[in-house]
């Protein structure tokens, strides 16, 4: 019997970003007849770890990088990184969104044939993302944009597979409404509720949404996820404040039900000024929303503008303003639009495409 590929999985932590949930999807859905996957954590802690380990798979808390500086010392460090993982693992995965490159020099001193890395946002500036992108044998790209931006020379072009965020499609399209939430906002119940789902920062343009309650009075405004920038939060407050619509806009933080909340809403919103494959535009998408989103990489390839969504420049208040109205205006338009939203999440949105291409990837590299 052919002996299983081992394979390394990274990850700085579960709780800081979305990329956790998006590799224990992958680590789900892999042949355990042909796989054996592992995880290494940099700092233990969330539900998803617990979740693994109830599945089979073993967590392991230890350091996968080390500091650059000082040079001198480099090799030594990395030589003393590689002893937890010496000869254990055929590939390497890694989901560190950091810039760093002395996680593939461990995994090649500790033996490992191939290390490969997902590129999750749209930052490439630095040299340590370049010497990334050259010590790895594949690169996974969220979006096609990635591949001509980032990885457009030839010694990094042929190390790049396509491969998008996808979503377990089924749990959030059969999870019920939450029934309760206009009533705990004081939402009337002819109200319109355009939702957004992310961390409240600059980079994702909540702020884009206030004028949008002046301009369109039965319109409420949820905002559900973790303040990262206190000031930026605030001036979403005191924006609303100085525009009168103080009581429609509610900022909830982070929620535990986000299927009851998008399921209890008429509109998605995801204005971002960048993204990489936003997982959130696809639950959205699942659960039949209809949305209003950025014409960014990520988004642009993924929506059909005036079909399953519009799209529009998150610089541009006045279209902005007028989809939203249209959508707001038109029980029909976000029937339909709706509609053929779940289409396309049912079509290009799911987890076992992307599991099945990354597996793909791994018999390709062991090949």
């Keep these: 019997m052919q002996r299983k590929v081992r394979i390394l999985y990274t990850i700085?932590?579960?709780?800081?970003?979305?990329?956790?949930?998006?590799?224990?999807?992958?680590?789900?859905?892999?042949?355990?007849?042909?796989?054996?996957?592992?995880?290494?954590?940099?700092?233990?802690?969330?539900?998803?770890?617990?979740?693994?380990?109830?599945?089979?798979v073993r967590v392991i808390?230890?350091?996968?990088?080390?500091?650059?500086?000082?040079?001198?010392?480099?090799?030594?460090?990395?030589?003393?990184?590689?002893?937890?993982?010496?000869?254990?693992?055929?590939?390497w995965h890694s989901f560190n969104w950091q810039g760093d490159f002395t996680e593939p020099l461990i995994a090649y001193t500790s033996g490992a044939r191939s290390w490969?890395?997902?590129?999750?946002?749209?930052g490439?500036?630095?040299?340590?993302?370049?010497?990334?992108?050259?010590?790895?044998?594949?690169?996974?790209?969220?979006?096609?944009?990635?591949?001509?931006?980032?990885?457009?020379?030839?010694?990094?072009?042929?190390?790049?597979?396509?491969?998008?965020?996808?979503?377990?499609?089924?749990?959030?399209?059969?999870?019920?409404?939450?029934?309760?939430?206009?009533q705990r906002l004081g939402i009337p119940g002819d109200a319109i509720v355009i939702v957004c789902v992310g961390d409240i920062q600059l980079r994702k343009n909540q702020a884009a949404l206030v004028p949008v309650l002046a301009q369109i009075p039965h319109t409420h405004v949820i905002l559900a996820g973790r303040s990262l920038d206190?000031?930026?939060?605030?001036?979403?407050?005191?924006?609303?404040?100085?525009?009168?619509?103080?009581?429609?806009?509610?900022?909830?933080?982070?929620?535990?039900?986000?299927?009851?909340?998008?399921?209890?809403?008429?509109?998605?919103?995801?204005?971002?000024?960048?993204e990489g494959s936003p997982i959130a535009m696809v639950e959205a998408m699942a659960i039949g929303l209809p949305g209003v989103y950025s014409a960014i990489p990520g988004i642009r390839e993924r929506v059909n503008d005036g079909v399953d969504g519009f799209v529009v420049s998150p610089d541009d208040a006045s279209a902005i303003t007028t989809r939203f109205r249209q959508l707001a205006d038109s029980a029909e338009l976000r029937r339909t639009m709706g509609v053929a939203a779940r289409a396309t999440a049912e079509l290009r949105g799911r987890v076992e495409t992307e599991a099945a291409r990354y597996e793909t990837l791994y018999l390709e590299l062991i090949r």
């Design 116 to 122: 490969v890395f997902t590129k999750k946002n749209m």
């Design 230 to 274: 206190p000031a930026y939060s605030d001036g979403l407050v005191q924006a609303a404040a100085g525009l009168g619509v103080s009581g429609r806009l509610h900022l909830l933080g982070q929620v535990s039900d986000v299927p009851g909340l998008l399921k209890a809403s008429d509109v998605f919103s995801l204005l971002s000024f960048a």
């Design 61 to 91: 808390e230890a350091p996968f990088s080390v500091d650059l500086q000082p040079l001198s010392s480099l090799p030594l460090r990395i030589w003393r990184a590689r002893a937890p993982f010496r000869r254990q693992f055929d590939l």
């Design 124 to 182: 490439f500036g630095t040299k340590s993302w370049k010497i990334r992108a050259l010590l790895a044998r594949r690169i996974a790209v969220q979006n096609d944009e990635m591949t001509r931006v980032f990885f457009a020379k030839p010694w990094f072009r042929h190390k790049v597979r396509y491969i998008p965020t996808g979503i377990d499609v089924e749990p959030w399209q059969l999870a019920p409404a939450d029934r309760t939430i206009r």
């Design 12 to 56: 700085p932590n579960f709780v800081s970003a979305g990329s956790g949930q998006a590799m224990v999807n992958i680590i789900d859905r892999l042949d355990r007849n042909r796989f054996e996957p592992t995880v290494v954590v940099g700092k233990l802690g969330g539900d998803l770890v617990d979740h693994l380990e109830s599945s089979g």
